[in-house]
């Protein structure tokens, strides 16, 4: 029994296959997804998403979008995701503290505080993938 | 006969210029085009699963809980999205879309003849076209020639929704160009609000409702809004791509044709100058022959 899953992004199909299990970041905590889960739908939260599929992991990092589960088919639609060996570190860190800079800066004038932490929350999610998976390179055309 | 010659002269230089706009307009709609299609393509599956995932909400979950999901007793009042393109010269494209704008109209007039239909236009030929065929237009958006984010739509979008919120229309339709392939567009509509769940998908799916996490309420308040926006948009992207490929085509058409133009008329220019040579030679001679 495998899962029939899909992640998009506005920009592109991230990845699609059949896989047996996903393990993905929500809003009220992590959640793994097996075969014949109940219908669910959930706000996915920035952090690192895994699918599996005969042992080999697929490790991704998201940012904010929908899940939606249905009789053995998951769907989420996210507004970034990235696979782990996409990820430049370097340019993850600068990001991130670029953002944080921003941030540090903006209590003088108000500019848009949610944004920027979603920002920092998506680059350090992009980082933490990065970091985790940096020896491990899961395609060998790499 | 100098004349003649003159006058096709002027006519070839003149078909020369216009072939050499045309060509350019092509190689530069040709670029757009590249463009439009690229962008439309990358987000359609997007796009797609996010309507799937609206209609599978609208479906199996409770119209009370979010004013998006209701569904008004008596439509009174329609509002019309038509997407079109600011500038002509791309063929049939503008055409076609009003053909369909008007062909709507009229069937919701059918339906119930008192019936109120009001267009918001995105493009300014839509705009004048629909006006001069004496319609209701309630809006009319700029259009930028290159969109690359949802945000830039997002004035239009939030009217739409928020009309339909406040009650203002029971109503939504999209008609659009569909862009199919390069060579065919189709002008298409789509009901945006209320959500029509799709009758075959249900079945396969079963009835069990879906549970929310956190809650249902923050996720339909949250999410509901953008997945509609996300149809919008998409509608616009494939609009943008068709009015380019087809401006591509007509242009292409045009240089075709003048090239064929220039072909004829320089046949006949060069019979034109062969006659006026003949007959100086035959008048020389015949003056030659009268002083022998």
Redesign the interface.
């Known amino acids: 029994m495998a899962i029939k899953f899909?992640i998009?992004?506005?920009?592109?199909?991230v990845y699609e296959n059949e896989v047996d299990s996903v393990t993905l970041p929500?809003?009220?905590g992590e959640i793994t997804v097996l075969p014949n889960h109940?219908?669910?739908?959930?706000?996915l939260k920035a952090g690192e998403l895994t699918a599996r599929k005969n042992k080999e992991e697929f490790p991704m990092a998201v940012s904010g979008g929908?899940i939606?589960i249905?009789?053995n088919e998951v769907?989420v639609?996210a507004d970034t995701a990235e696979h782990a060996y996409e990820i430049n570190e370097q340019w993850a860190e600068e990001a991130r503290s670029r953002a944080l800079k921003l941030i540090q800066e903006k209590h003088k004038e108000e500019v848009d505080y949610t944004a920027l932490t979603a920002t920092i929350e998506k680059e350090l999610a992009r980082l933490k993938v990065a970091r985790r998976h940096k020896s491990k390179l899961p395609f060998q055309n790499q | 006969m100098a004349l003649a010659i003159r006058k096709i002269k002027r006519q070839i230089r003149s078909v020369k210029n216009t072939q050499k706009i045309t060509k350019a307009m092509e190689l530069v709609s040709a670029a757009k085009m590249r463009r439009a299609v690229s962008a439309v393509k990358l987000s359609r599956s997007y796009a797609d699963l996010a309507w799937q995932a609206v209609l599978n909400l609208s479906q199996k979950t409770d119209p009370e809980l979010h004013l998006l999901l209701t569904k008004p007793k008596e439509i009174k009042k329609v509002g019309v999205l038509v997407v079109g393109s600011n500038r002509g010269l791309c063929g049939v494209f503008n055409q076609q879309l009003l053909k369909k704008a008007v062909a709507f109209a009229a069937s919701e007039k059918e339906v119930s003849s008192d019936v109120a239909i009001d267009f918001i236009t995105l493009g300014r030929k839509a705009a004048l076209s629909l006006v001069k065929a004496g319609f209701n237009i309630a809006a009319d958006f700029p259009k930028t020639e290159i969109i690359s984010a949802v945000g830039e739509i997002m004035p239009l979008s939030r009217m739409l929704l928020d009309d339909f919120l406040d009650k203002k229309y029971d109503k939504i339709v999209l008609i659009y160009t569909d862009f199919i392939s390069s060579l065919r567009q189709q002008p298409t509509i789509k009901q945006l609000l209320p959500l029509v769940p799709q009758s075959k998908k249900s079945q396969e799916n079963g009835t069990a409702e879906y549970i929310f996490e956190p809650d249902a309420d923050s996720i339909l308040r949250n999410f509901l809004p953008r997945l509609l926006e996300m149809q919008i948009y998409q509608a616009v992207l494939e609009s943008n791509a068709s009015e380019h490929s087809s401006r591509m085509l007509a242009m292409r058409n045009a240089s075709d044709s003048a090239g064929g133009l220039l072909a004829d008329l320089t046949l006949g220019f060069n019979k034109a100058r062969q006659a006026g040579i003949t007959q100086e030679i035959a008048e020389i001679s015949v003056s030659k022959a009268a002083m022998e």
Not at chain 1, 8 to 13: K, S
Not at chain 1, 38 to 43: D, F, S, T
């Open positions: 899909k998009v992004t506005p920009e592109r199909v929500t809003q009220t109940i219908p669910l739908v959930a706000a929908l939606e249905n009789k769907i639609l």
